[in-house]
């Protein structure tokens, strides 16, 4: 299992992202995937996965300003987060094999992207 983070980077408060992800190595239109940040504190989040069936979860402190998706041709995943908040500061892991329903406990994780709101 491979996942690549790409499109993080800086950006001022109230602006807008996308990070996406590359998959390989397994079926990836039969797994949900998700994304987990880590603060600079240490803290991790799931802050949004999306099911095989595409139906979504997204954690409050991102709902409705965060998209998730997935294209099963190209195997990959993005999000795409508007109206970023300092808050938003941190690494964001792509993650497959979901283990707990919490949404921050997964098998396969990417290497991350930085994310900077200031």
């Known amino acids: 299992v491979q996942l690549v983070e790409s499109g993080g980077g800086s950006v001022q408060p109230g602006g807008s992202l996308t990070v996406s992800c590359e998959a390989s190595?397994?079926?990836?239109?039969?797994?949900?995937m998700g994304w987990v940040r880590q603060t600079p504190g240490g803290e991790r989040e799931g802050v949004a996965a999306?099911?095989?069936?595409?139906?979504?979860y997204y954690s409050d402190s991102v709902k409705g300003r965060f998209t998730i998706s997935r294209d099963n041709v190209r195997n990959t995943m993005s999000i795409q987060m508007i109206n970023l908040k300092p808050d938003d500061t941190a690494v964001y892991y792509c993650?497959?094999?979901?283990?707990?329903?919490?949404?921050?406990?997964?098998?396969?994780w990417g290497r991350g992207t930085q994310v900077t709101v200031s």
């Open positions: 190595g397994f079926v990836f239109e039969n797994y949900i």
């Open positions: 999306i099911e095989s069936d595409f139906s979504t």
């Open positions: 993650v497959t094999d979901i283990t707990n329903r919490d949404y921050a406990s997964w098998n396969y």
